[in-house]
Structures are given as C-alpha cells and as structure tokens.
C-alpha cells in the first residue's frame, strides 16, 4: 500500500466501510518502508555508515531518525481522508509483524527486534519522530506499541518483555502525552507462578493505557475445540477480555477478532459469531470490536500472501467491493448502541471475585468459571493471589493446584472474610491448604493423583454430574452437608459448611479447568453447582431468568432507569420467561435494531439478544426516550 500509493482507492475503501457502521481503523505504517535504512560496510565487513536506502540521513529530526519523509507525507494524507469520512485511527507504530511475516529495516535483519539493544535504539528513534510528525493529526484517536510485537521476537523472561515495552512505550509519550498508548498484543499471561509466556498481563497494564485480546478461536487454547458458533466458543472473547482488564487495571478491548475465512465458518456463521460477540462485550465493559481485516487480499502475491492461504479472505469486504454478512452487523449493532444514552452501557455490578492461584493453567480457570458463572446469572470480576483482594459477597477460588497454590496470608484473609459473611467456594484439584477440616467440615479419608471417572448426583433436583478427570478424594464429613455424591460409593464430591457468618463450599474436583478443556453444551450441568453457592451474597437483580443459555446483565444509569440484556448464547431460538418485581416494569424491549412488543417473555433467536427497558411502575417515558427530572 505504502509503495503503491493509491489514495483514490483508499478514499473509496474507507467511504465502503463507513457506511456499514465502521468507526475506527487500525493502520499500520510498515517498518522497512517508513524507515528504510540500510548499513553500509567496509573492509572485512566493518559497520560504516547508515544510510536512507543509498542516500545519506538527513540533518533534520526525522532523517536522523532514518524515517521517509515521502512515506510521512503519505500517512498524513491517509489521516486526511480519515478525517474525511470521520474515521479515527489506531496506528500501530511498530509495524513488524504482519500476518506471518516479519518485517525489518534492512539494515537491522538478523537482529531479534525485542532484545537486540541495537535494533531497540532505532525502534526508539522511529516511534519518537513518527509520533512528534503526526501527533497534530485529529483523526489519530491512539498509538498502538505495534501489530502482535509480542511475535517478532523472543523474549527469554519477563524482563526483556517489560524492557522492550517499557522503551517503546515511553518513547511514544514522551512524544505525545495527549494520547492513550494501546498495547497491541497476541496471547498474554498472568504474573503466577508456572506460568511460561513472558509476555505478561500485569506489566502491559503497568507500562500501557489500553490492553487487547486477539480472541480468535482457532488459535487460542482452550477456545480452538469446538464450532466458531459453539456455546462455549461464544463466551471466548469476552472472558479473555474480562481477564485482561480485571488483571491488569486497565481497560481492555476485542482490537481483532475473526473466524479465519470460509474454511472455518460460512459467511452466514461468521455473522453470527459476530453479532453474539459484539453484543456480549458490549454488556461486560469491553469497550471495542475490530474485525480483522477490512478487505480480502486474495489478489495479493509477494510474502506472506503466497506462504499463508489463512491471510486471503479475512475481510469485512471482497474483492468484489461486495460486502460480507459480517459488515452488515456493524450497521445493525450500530442502530442497537443508539437505544442508550451515548451508546454506551454502564458496568454490570460484580456478584463474585474469581482467584486465579498458582500452578494452575490460569487461563483455562479464568474460561471455565467465566462460562459457568455466567449459567448461573452470576458477574465476575478476576484477581489473582497475588493482588489485593477485592471486596466481594462471594470469592471463587478455581481448580486449586499443587502444595504452594495460594500464600498462607491470602489463606487466612479469605477465612476471615468467609467468618464476617462471605461466601467461599473452592474446587480442588491436587491442591492443598491449611486448617481443612475446621474449614470445610470435612476429613479427607484418602486422595489420589491417578485420574478417575465416576458419576455424581446433586441432591437437590436429582441432576446428574460427571466427574472430570481429577484425581481421587474420599471425604468423611464433620460438621458439613452434602449437596452432591458419588453414585458408586456415596461419598460426598460437594458439600457446604457454615463458617461463622457465612458459608463455605468445597468440590473436590477440577470442574473448571477440566470444563475449558471440553467439549459440551449449553444444558451441560455443571453451572448447577455454582447456582448452589450463588444463591448466597447475590446481588438484587430485577429480571429473572433461569436457562442456563442465556446470559443476562443489568445496567443501572439511575434509580429509575436499567437497561438489561438477554443473550442467547446458544444456536437454537429460545423463548425466555422472565420475572419482574411488582414496584418494576418494562417499558420496551429492544430486539437487533428494532423495538417489539412483550413485558414478561420474548423469543431470541440463536446467537442473539435483547434489551429491556426497565422502570419503576410511577416513572413515565417521553416518545420512548429517558424521562428526566428537571434537574437532569
């Protein structure tokens, strides 16, 4: 694009895209053409001099630097048009790498881009005098560190992660204090011990404004099992979204996201993974959703596009200038966003805190409780043992995992708050923690670490439930009640205990972990168990809704005014039943960018949602819009 510069089509590109409810791009001044230097050198091979292509460096700012004038003249022009169509811009200054293939300066090949100091200094030099050259730019709304940096290089530990961060992200604000500094990576983990990617959650919150998920279900562990449209598979993006943000204290955004092309999903099928993505983030406090890319690149030949057959049809728009089923959602979502103030929802209140602790597969804890919690009508917010404990009705403590899986102090702050009215639940895998028996009400007879497979049933409703893969547990209780037990031996495998003024509950199997890494649907009945302990520190909510397919978040922006959302997460049509306090009523119901008639149940197509107004009984509405007092 850069090389052959065509702002023509650009022009027409971006008009195509504003017109089917796309609000901003992510743009990418690749690496080599913006900085295009070279390293001449002498006898023997000795390093003498770098040059812009064959011609010295300039004397001015951006030609020490090494950076193109003509490719900056180009990119202004570019946020012209943006400015134009009233699109704004995230621009990905680093620009290395680029669906599959790395992409360096000349004189910097053979160098790894994020621990050669060399290749750093002129990263550095680049993002300074880049940034300092737009930073007037209006459509420019935020700096990215770079597309997926985090796979240009290897990073041994932490360390070089937080180092390479940490200069290219400073570089950028000292430049432009003004913007937000978005991370841009693929694929992050948790600060816990075990854990074997060094790109971590906690330092790009510490050195960046925004964090991104990269949520594609092909190639995300854990996500990559079933259909794009699964039940499971549809909770993927706003659980890792939810994670990053909660872990790292930042916002946190879908910045790409896709079905990877007809081989994976049908058009139809991608719209829809789409239209439940986009809805479901929207109600859990994901602030964005970004389709990579905007146009197929099947007429492309030079690398990675004859290498990669996966990169050709991942756009919004074919070829053709036809578009996809996948763009006409972002107009319908756009009229959806428009029935509330400012298009925006208020964060859902939290009902549980879920504890990621050491030794475990972090991500597939955070998965699998996410998905259960949200069966169970359940909020969740994460932190890890590490972090400050947030105060909570309810702690989940996931899959606990090894002898050292939770420090004794964060132990025994957990109790306390469990004795002051808490409630506590915990499923085991091998793990192990102090003072058990007063705890829980429970003697262990006997565990093992050999891998099991028995049938349980919850006491209450007879429902029945599948050990999965843990290890043994024979437990005799003391003082606890069972909820659920073996139907071989009788034993229990779920059981509660009162600890002072609240409850605690145990199981004794990995259910968390081991649900990530299964294939199962929407009527699975492992939410059951968490429905068992939620019932305890809940939160009020004015709907409700028992099918465990369908996700359901209220949003307070007064006391007479809620907006709650009804996801169904399932392919099937489900016809929802709801409740309504008798002080409360639903004014309207919002369904895709039309509204429909029903107060107390409303059938939602597969892999949709709705919206209700809610109000109390006294409150009026003015022509369908927010009734405000004068003083509002």
């Not at 630097?65 to 811009?89: N, Q």
């Not at 469990?418 to 009400?441: C, M, N, Q, W």
């Amino acid at each position: 694009m850069w090389q052959d510069w065509q702002p023509s089509v650009v022009d027409a590109d971006m008009a195509a895209l504003v017109k089917h409810g796309v609000r901003w791009l992510r743009v990418f001044p690749l690496w080599p053409d913006f900085q295009p230097i070279k390293l001449l050198r002498t006898h023997s091979a000795a390093p003498y001099e770098y040059r812009l292509r064959e011609e010295p460096l300039g004397t001015d700012a951006l030609g020490r630097a090494g950076l193109s004038s003509t490719m900056i003249g180009r990119f202004r022009e570019m946020c012209a048009l943006a400015e134009k169509h009233d699109l704004k811009l995230v621009v990905g200054v680093i620009t290395g790498w680029m669906s599959g293939r790395l992409f360096v300066p000349p004189a910097l090949e053979g160098m790894d881009p994020i621990s050669d100091a060399r290749s750093i200094a002129w990263q550095i030099r680049f993002v300074r005098e880049f940034v300092s050259a737009l930073k007037d730019e209006g459509s420019i709304a935020v700096w990215d560190l770079g597309n997926e940096c985090n796979c240009m290089g290897v990073a041994d530990n932490p360390d070089v992660a937080y180092t390479w961060t940490a200069a290219i992200s400073s570089a950028i604000k000292r430049a432009d204090p003004s913007r937000s500094v978005v991370s841009g990576m693929h694929t992050l983990s948790s600060r816990l011990k075990g854990h074997k990617n060094p790109w971590l959650i906690e330092d790009q919150g510490e050195l960046t404004d925004i964090l991104t998920t990269h949520p594609y279900p092909y190639w995300v562990r854990h996500a990559e099992l079933g259909h794009v449209d699964d039940f499971r598979t549809t909770f993927h993006a706003t659980a890792e979204t939810s994670f990053y943000r909660d872990i790292s204290g930042k916002p946190c955004i879908v910045e790409e996201v896709g079905t990877m092309g007809p081989m994976i999903a049908s058009d139809e099928v991608s719209a829809k993974f789409a239209r439940v993505n986009m809805w479901s983030l929207w109600a859990n406090d994901c602030r964005a959703f970004g389709w990579w890319c905007a146009y197929d690149q099947t007429g492309l030949g030079h690398a990675p596009y004859d290498w990669f057959a996966v990169e050709t049809e991942l756009g919004l728009v074919k070829t053709d200038h036809t578009a996809k089923p996948v763009l006409e959602e972002f107009a319908k979502f756009q009229k959806v966003m428009e029935h509330v103030p400012n298009g925006t929802l208020p964060a859902a209140a939290i009902d549980a805190v879920c504890i990621l602790s050491d030794n475990q597969d972090d991500w597939a804890a955070a998965y699998g409780a996410f998905i259960l919690a949200k069966q169970a009508k359940l909020q969740l917010a994460y932190c890890h043992v590490h972090q400050e404990l947030p105060e909570a009705g309810i702690y989940i403590l996931p899959s606990l995992t090894g002898p050292n899986c939770i420090p004794k102090r964060v132990w025994l702050e957990l109790l306390r708050r469990a004795r002051e009215g808490a409630t506590l639940y915990v499923s085991f895998k091998d793990g192990i923690v102090p003072h058990f028996v007063e705890t829980f009400g429970a003697e262990i007879v006997s565990r093992s670490k050999s891998p099991m497979a028995a049938s349980a049933t919850i006491l209450d409703g007879g429902h029945k439930i599948e050990i999965l893969g843990a290890g043994e547990t024979r437990v005799k209780l003391t003082s606890g009640e069972a909820i659920a037990t073996r139907d071989d031996t009788g034993d229990p495998v779920f059981w509660s205990n009162r600890l002072g003024k609240g409850n605690v509950y145990a199981l004794a199997f990995p259910v968390e972990v081991e649900f990530a890494g299964t294939l199962f649907s929407e009527d699975n009945p492992y939410w059951r168990l968490y429905a068992q302990f939620s019932k305890a520190n809940k939160k009020s909510r004015l709907i409700g809704v028992v099918d465990p397919a369908i996700a359901v978040t209220e949003h307070e922006f007064s006391h007479e005014l809620r907006f709650v959302v009804l996801i169904n997460h399932s392919r099937e049509v489900r016809s929802i039943e709801f409740s309504v306090p008798d002080e409360w009523e639903v004014t309207d119901i919002c369904k895709d960018e039309e509204r429909v008639d029903g107060r107390t149940g409303i059938e939602v197509p597969g892999l949709d949602a709705v919206m209700l107004r809610v109000r109390p009984k006294h409150c009026s509405t003015v022509g369908g819009g927010v009734a405000r007092r004068p003083s509002q």
